[in-house]
């Protein structure tokens, strides 16, 4: 994983990355690679509290290290936490959100792909769409890979979908090619298969990896927490527990619009500067859905959206 070699160090600092954030304190990886526990000094949790990904300086202590300082993000993904009244970072410091469904078991989920996506744009971060378990694919679900495909068509969305499989390989090399040097997170929904595709890159990881529930097909929550594993010397990824849903309460009204890329082309094209492309006359975003240009799919999300958000 990258460091920044301009900040100025004493003898007993070092610099490091969390790869994980527990109860009583965390875990970070060094500049060779050493993965280590570590303890937060006091003041960081008033000041900034660490998440995963987070950059720091650490001090040699006799024991275990001692973080004293976070240095500043970049890349934050976050989303609205489960009390609704603040936001949560999920990772920090990374270059994509690797969006994971699965073609079944459980069942694709535009709700859950397009907020994620929408929680992505919100924060600037690229992402990318990662359609899990296709060695579960039968010609019968050949309407849906179809349907979910032009939905998000990489030349309208801008977001580039790969099929997968951890189970016969399939697209997971060019899967990596893509990610390569960079750092990226892992967001989904319980099941879909987020660190199975991890511990196919790093076989040597030892993690569980639980079995759908066989009576409502959702997943049981292997991951507890959020953790950074390097895949080689400048790629990390960063899984994450599974979602029932990805919020985007934080993401203002009048500004989820702008968490569509495919509306961008027809924003200045509507009659009215405000037109939030609901029922006002005049509107290109639905002219444009009209004619097939957007995804009827994704508008229907997008209204969706802003209707929670009205109420």
């Given at each position: ?27 970070i990886i060094d500049e060779r690679g050493v993965e280590t526990g570590a303890r937060i000094a006091g003041r960081i949790y008033h000041e900034t509290k660490p998440v995963t990904g987070d ?257």
């Amino acid at each position: 994983t990258r460091f920044n070699g301009s900040i100025l160090l004493s003898t007993a600092e070092f610099s490091c990355r969390i790869s994980s954030v527990g109860r009583r304190g965390v875990t970070i990886i060094d500049e060779r690679g050493v993965e280590t526990g570590a303890r937060i000094a006091g003041r960081i949790y008033h000041e900034t509290k660490p998440v995963t990904g987070d950059y720091a300086v650490a001090v040699k202590t006799a024991d275990i290290p001692t973080v004293e300082r976070i240095l500043p993000r970049t890349g934050i993904l976050q989303r609205t936490a489960s009390s609704g009244r603040s936001t949560q970072i999920i990772a920090a410091n990374v270059d994509m959100v690797l969006i994971v469904a699965s073609i079944k078991h459980p069942v694709f989920s535009d709700g859950f792909v397009c907020r994620a996506l929408a929680g992505a744009s919100w924060k600037d971060l690229k992402a990318v769409i990662v359609l899990n378990k296709m060695d579960l694919y039968s010609p019968k679900d050949e309407e849906l890979k179809n349907r979910i495909q032009a939905t998000y068509d990489r030349e309208r969305t801008g977001y580039p979908l790969f099929p997968v499989s951890c189970i016969t390989g399939r697209g997971t090399d060019e899967l990596l090619e893509h990610v390569r040097g960079m750092t990226v997170v892992m967001t989904g929904p319980s099941g879909a298969g987020k660190t199975s595709l991890v511990k196919y890159y790093n076989p040597s990881l030892d993690v569980r990896i639980g079995a759908l529930n066989p009576k409502t097909c959702r997943g049981k929550h292997t991951t507890v927490a959020a953790q950074l594993i390097p895949l080689d010397k400048n790629t990390a990824v960063i899984d994450t527990p599974g979602l029932r849903m990805f919020s985007i309460d934080h993401i203002p009204r009048n500004d989820l619009q702008f968490c569509f890329p495919e509306f961008g082309d027809y924003l200045d094209e509507c009659k009215f500067r405000d037109c939030l492309h609901l029922t006002e006359p005049g509107c290109a975003v639905k002219s444009a859905v009209e004619n097939g240009a957007i995804s009827k799919i994704r508008y229907r999300k997008y209204i969706d959206f802003m209707n929670e958000k009205k109420s």
